[in-house]
Every structure is written in C-alpha cells, then in structure tokens.
C-alpha cells in the first residue's frame, strides 16, 4: 500500500506551523558563511559521513534565505557527504529552509546547534555567539582583548598571544570572575612574553588558581620573576607526572608555588591547596 503525503493538511489539523519551509535547491547554490560564524569543514568527517551514509536517517541542512542567497546554519558536513557520494558533483538537496533571519539570529541559531555527527568545539561556539551579539561572549572576549590576547577560535595550534584552549578559558573566567582573569594573564603575558606554551590548559588553570588563592598576598614582580624562571611546559609535566599527589587543578599550582618560594623561607607562601 502507498502511503498518502499528507504531513500539510495533518499539521493543520493540529495547528502546527513550523518555522521553515521543505525546499530542494541545489548545493552550488549553497553558501557557507566561515568568514563570520561557520566552521571550516573536515574532510575526514566528510568521507565518515559519506562512507557510513543512511537516507533514513539524514537530517535535512538547516538554511536561512538571507538578502536574496541561501546560508547554511546546519549541515554543510551533510551537504559535503552528499557531494562526495554523488562523484564530487553538486547536485539537488532537500533543506529546511527559514526566512526572516538576520545574520546575527543565524550565528545563535547556529552556535545552539547539538551536531550529532560534528559536535562544535568551544572557540567555534564562542565566535558565533560574539556575532550574535550574546552579551556574556562579548564580554568574555573583550576581556581577553584588553590584556593583549585574542583566541584561535578554529583550531587548537598554539601561537604567539592567542588562547587555544577557549573551554578552559572560558570556565575559568566564570568560575574566577573578571578581575581575577584578566590580572592572571597579565601576569603570564608579563612573565612569558605571550609565548604560545604559556597559554596552555595547565599553566591557566595553574596561574589563576594561585591568584585567586594568594590574592593581595604574594608579590606580582616577585610572581613574574618566578614564573620566567620555570618553561611553561615544566609546569605541564609536574603536573602529569604529579609528584606531590594532588588532585584536579592543584597538581597545576603546585610547580608555580614552589618557584614563587624558592629555597628561602623569607616572605614564603603557606601551602593553602
């Protein structure tokens, strides 16, 4: 038996109207929008995708019909897997298609997304919500900006004054506050020159937690001098290796407590971790 196509007059019946509309257009029409808030694509998603592809179980891209252009929100992995199994060719793709939406709602739209097949990583999601205009992201980074620093928001290579680990980030400044992050990458700015190893997981977690513990304790030149004297990457490994024992976060302030106080007992530090 065939089974009638009557989703209209069935979602009607339950005055259901849903915010898009079902559209074939075809993929060449298609536009990514990675220069403002969208992702670069990752090829080996892409084969994954196309290798592993089910028709009963593909989501339909999510796209905004924008200034006359189609922008996809969601799916441009899907839509590349498509492509990929079609010989590389563009071809005809049935979307979801919403209309109304500025650029701004599209970034959100986007950044809420939970992408099953390709999960967002944290620099992605921020970015998006920046251009958003979601006022805790854009203040997040205006923090961040204000001590000299910006975030690598696609990829996790570390360089020269840029935040890799925007997760790590992130957490802390909500877990320590404004202040409290802003005056520990200062510091580590002050005491590595915005060297990429010092803006690794390990060493933001290791400063900040040792401000905010020794907060209007411990000298800021004495500090610098101390954390110059150790390579960020000594802190990474102490804390790997974790001599002491010390759970979470701790094993990460231990190597920047021992350093601040040296071999001398004048003006030391108690252990409070």
């Not at 970034?107 to 099953?116: M, R, S, T």
């Not at 933001?204 to 030149?221: A, I, P």
């Not at 231990?254 to 971790?273: C, Q, V």
């Amino acid at each position: 038996m065939r089974l009638k196509n009557d989703t209209n007059n069935f979602a009607a019946s339950f005055n259901i109207t849903p915010p898009y509309q079902m559209m074939v257009i075809h993929s060449s029409k298609l536009i990514y929008p990675r220069e403002v808030y969208q992702r670069r694509v990752h090829r080996s998603q892409v084969e994954l995708i196309a290798t592993d592809f089910n028709e009963y179980i593909a989501n339909e891209p999510k796209v905004s019909f924008r200034n006359g252009r189609y922008y996809v929100v969601d799916g441009q992995h899907t839509i590349e897997g498509r492509i990929l199994r079609n010989g590389g060719k563009d071809l005809p793709i049935l979307c979801k298609v919403y209309t109304g939406l500025t650029m701004e709602q599209e970034a959100l739209f986007f950044a809420e997304q939970n992408g099953h097949s390709a999960p967002l990583t944290a620099g992605i999601k921020l970015r998006a919500k920046v251009v958003g205009g979601d006022a805790p992201s854009k203040a997040f980074l205006a923090a961040t900006n204000r001590v000299g620093l910006a975030f690598n928001y696609d990829s996790l290579q570390l360089s020269d004054y840029r935040i890799s680990c925007v997760g790590t980030a992130l957490k802390l400044y909500n877990q320590m506050g404004e202040k409290i992050y802003c005056e520990s990458l200062r510091l580590i700015v002050a005491a590595w020159d915005g060297k990429p190893d010092s803006f690794r997981a390990s060493v933001l977690r290791g400063v900040m937690h040792f401000v905010e513990l020794y907060h209007g304790e411990f000298s800021e030149e004495r500090l610098v001098r101390a954390l110059g004297s150790v390579h960020p990457m000594e802190i990474y490994r102490v804390g790997r290796d974790n001599p002491a024992k010390l759970p979470g976060w701790k094993k990460y302030v231990f190597p920047i407590y021992m350093a601040y106080n040296g071999k001398g007992r004048k003006d030391a530090l108690p252990m409070k971790f």
